[in-house]
């Protein structure tokens, strides 16, 4: 079992739509997790990041952790056609004794006007 | 600098040929990583540097891969002996002191033909 699971979409939704990302992940150590977005061609872009259970939301994007099931979430809400990118979930598995991440395959939003 | 620089951008080397990778990371970030994306897959961990100390190598994929960062700013991967399976895009990011957010330079894009 990898460990951060990504589905590898693609994941089609119109304009203006919610799009739900989703993302588990095997450490149940893991302390804190992040969503970077990768336009095709780019560099892992930083979205968001979370720590505790529940949900954060900056602006139109709300990540959802919720460690007992090992799983956590990015929404995207009025979606618009440049949010079309994959979004890579990643986690900082801190069991080497440092901070690094962690990343699932990503998944790739298609935003469809 | 602002962010964290790669050199060069896009390099193709013949099969056997060395190259090497430069990283110009956020300027007083003590922690440095390399990572290897190939296409359509997440970035996956090939080594963590901590000012000028290699910390963990243990995602280099063979002896043929070698990461120095002598004075603890700028890093270069090397790659010797360039395979056909080595064509990838190589990030580096860095990360400061207090936080855990790591940020990804440009990349460097690899094909080896």
């Known amino acids: 079992q990898k460990e951060v699971e990504q589905n590898s979409g693609p994941l089609s939704v119109p304009e203006g739509a919610i799009a739900s990302l989703n993302c588990t992940y095997s450490?149940?150590?893991?302390?804190?997790f992040f969503w970077y977005r990768q336009y095709s061609g780019k560099s892992p872009e930083l979205i968001m990041f979370?720590?505790?259970?529940g949900d954060k939301e900056d602006g139109r994007f709300t990540a959802q952790l919720n460690k007992a099931s090992q799983y956590v979430s990015l929404l995207i809400r009025d979606s618009q056609p440049s949010d079309s990118a994959t979004y890579l979930c990643?986690?900082?598995?801190?069991?080497?004794?440092?901070?690094?991440?962690?990343f699932g395959k990503g998944t790739m939003l298609l935003v469809s006007p | 600098g602002a962010g964290v620089s790669q050199s060069p951008r896009y390099k193709v080397a013949k099969r056997g040929q060395d190259v090497a990778l430069r990283c110009d990371p956020i300027?007083?970030?003590?922690?440095l990583f390399w990572y290897q994306q190939a296409l359509g897959q997440g970035p996956e961990f090939l080594t963590y540097?901590?000012?000028?100390?290699?910390?963990?190598k243990s995602g280099l994929p063979s002896d043929r891969f070698f990461a120095e960062r002598p004075e603890g700013s700028v890093s270069t991967l090397k790659i010797q002996r360039t395979q056909q399976e080595d064509s990838a895009v190589y990030l580096c990011?860095?990360?400061?002191?207090?936080?855990?957010?790591?940020?990804f330079g440009e990349g460097s894009w690899l094909t080896v033909v």
């Open positions: 990011a860095s990360s400061g002191q207090q936080g855990n957010t790591i940020y």
């Open positions: 450490d149940r150590g893991s302390q804190s």
């Open positions: 979370i720590y505790s259970n």
């Open positions: 990643a986690v900082n598995m801190n069991s080497r004794g440092y901070s690094t991440l962690t």
């Open positions: 300027s007083g970030h003590v922690s």
């Open positions: 540097f901590q000012n000028e100390a290699q910390l963990d």
